[in-house]
């Protein structure tokens, strides 16, 4: 069955139930959309469950995850704002730069995509994590968010790597903002509607117009699975709105540091396995 034996086919389900849970949780307790969970999980499955070549398996990771993340990120971000943690203003500075980054993303993704982007993935995650952890109580670098044309040029920057690296949009949006001095659960709450603007239209666009490799798991349209997304998305959706009231539990300082540990741990693994 799906060319695995029973055994191995039960073990894969169980692991991409678990990446459900846990992608769930952590989008509405971090705001991160999931795709920090589900990338490397996706890339692991399909390289070693299914045997496809690395690259094929990279690519898949990013577009499945993007999918998996529109409902994640809609349950996480209709909580989050239900509790007036999103800040409307700077989804609206933010857009027109997020929507062009996600079609140059998707784009680049789509025609380049490769075992370079788990490099990359695992890179620019490392960076981010050990700034968040140690500068977990440090003062915001400014006062105030900048001038509206580098709001939008930051939009895109944040969008085009988020749809690259099938992240989303919360994993680099928390960072900035709390270095902007907005407040940690804010931050979050806002990163939940960025990551809408960066999943929807990246899936979209790499289901509608990504050539589907010869080596991908069955199940594959374009550049999505649609099997794992099906094993995944129904149980992160119930997780996501636990993940943001237990957010409201706990302190900033925690959150930062969740924060910063989830993406190291993920990253280094993703890394190691692309490089290796």
Known sequence: MFGLEIAEL???VVILLICGVLAGFLA?????G?????????????MHAFHADGNTAMVLATGTSLTCMIPTSISAAISQYKRGNTDLAVIKSWAPGLILGVVVGAVISSF???EWLAILFGSIMILNSLNTLLRAKAKPMWSRLPALLWQRVIGFAISCFSV???????TLTVPVLNA???EPHKSIGTSSAVSLFVCVPGAVIMLLTGTTPHDAPIGTFGLVNLLAAICVVPISVLFAPIGVRFG???SPVTLKRIFAVALFIVSVRMLAGALL
């Open 10 to 12: 039960l073990s894969t």
């Open 180 to 182: 902007c001095s907005v």
């Open 164 to 170: 690259m690296l099938g992240i989303g949009g919360g």
């Open 248 to 250: 409201k539990k706990v």
């Open 112 to 114: 380049y995509g490769g």
């Open 28 to 32: 509405g307790l971090l705001g991160i």
């Open 34 to 46: 999931g795709g920090v969970v589900f990338v490397p999980v996706f890339y692991f499955v399909f």
